[in-house]
């Protein structure tokens, strides 16, 4: 899970990846996804799965789950 560095606006955005550095280089250059072009990212939750389907599965849970991720944006 990404927080936008910005201090004015809050946002976050959630995915999945093989290569956690290359994918947070991509969104801190706009070559991201389209929704996080424009901001700079920190990653402040991470998770490893050994399983494609299982990461996904955690990635679609995480997204639905607008308190878990409120905690994780307040806490990080």
């Not at 927080?3 to 994918?23: C, D, F, P, Q």
């Not at 250059?29 to 389907?53: L, N, P, Q, V």
């Amino acid at each position: 899970m990404l927080k936008s560095v910005n201090n004015e606006i809050t946002r976050s955005y959630v995915g999945y990846t093989n290569n956690l550095n290359l994918r947070l280089k991509k969104h801190n250059s706009s070559k991201g996804a389209k929704s996080t072009r424009g901001y700079k990212w920190k990653i402040i939750y991470k998770k490893r799965f050994y399983d494609k389907r299982q990461a996904m599965s955690f990635e679609y849970h995480l997204k639905k789950d607008r308190k878990k991720r409120k905690y994780l944006l307040e806490n990080n």
